[in-house]
């Protein structure tokens, strides 16, 4: 059973478009975060949210996290080629940072030109 | 700040050897350090959490005398995949966690490819 559920696996959208992804659990994370993957290389952090209900924008990139801190969302506005990679979501369940993180399969996001 | 690198890139062997990768934070001390593993197309599975001074913690369904971890120093992890096969081949990622904070750190990651 996939303790963090990552929507859409697949996404391929034209220049300029906007889309949503979203992570959903029935566990209730301490903090969540968002990575960026290269084919190859290591995943980047994009953001860090902790507080329910919290809102962060990182450019054309909104993140929320739930309430009740069991999910999240990417929001992406006027989507560009550069997007284009693995987008992560992976939460930390305990209050301690001493512990793995729980990755979601990933969004495959590319976008067209 | 907060970079991890790991070493090597890449490795190719044959079936049935060991390799060793080496995971470093070289910034920053990290009193622990993550061993996660990618196979193509999929996410990050956790595979063991390194502690330096102590003996791994390893997940359910890895193997703790296959995936050899040592944590010798706040900057250096190692992980020895040892009898290597191909159903070994994968991409291995680690992370450093930066003390104080509950932000995990990735390396660029290692793929190795047993023949």
């Known amino acids: 059973t996939q303790l963090l559920e990552q929507s859409p696996q697949f996404l391929s959208i034209q220049e300029g478009e906007n889309l949503t992804v979203y992570c959903n659990s029935s566990s209730v994370f301490s903090s969540l975060q968002w990575y960026r993957q290269e084919p190859g290389e290591g995943p980047v952090l994009l953001v860090t949210v902790v507080t329910g209900g919290e809102v962060k924008k990182l450019k054309r990139l909104t993140f929320q996290f739930g309430d009740a801190r069991k999910d999240s969302s990417l929001h992406i506005t006027a989507a560009q080629p550069g997007d284009t990679g693995l987008y992560l979501c992976?939460?930390?369940?305990?209050?301690?940072?001493?512990?793995?993180?729980?990755f979601g399969k990933g969004t495959h996001l590319i976008i067209q030109p | 700040g907060a970079v991890v690198s790991q070493h090597p890139s890449w490795v190719i062997c044959k079936s049935g050897t060991s390799v060793k990768i080496e995971c470093r934070s070289l910034d920053f001390q990290a009193t622990t350090m993550f061993w996660y593993r990618q196979f193509p197309k999929q996410s990050l599975m956790l595979m063991a959490t390194?502690?330096?001074?102590?003996?791994?913690?390893?997940e359910q369904g890895v193997e703790k005398d296959k995936f050899l971890i040592n944590h010798a120093s706040l900057t250096l992890s190692t992980l020895t995949v040892t009898s290597a096969h191909p159903e070994d081949s994968s991409f291995y990622i680690c992370?450093?966690?930066?003390?104080?904070?509950?932000?995990?750190?990735f390396g660029p990651g290692t793929r190795l490819t047993v023949l």
């Open positions: 992976a939460g930390l369940i305990t209050g301690g940072g001493a512990d793995g993180l729980t």
């Open positions: 390194s502690n330096e001074g102590s003996k791994a913690t390893y």
């Open positions: 992370s450093a966690l930066l003390a104080g904070a509950d932000t995990q750190y």
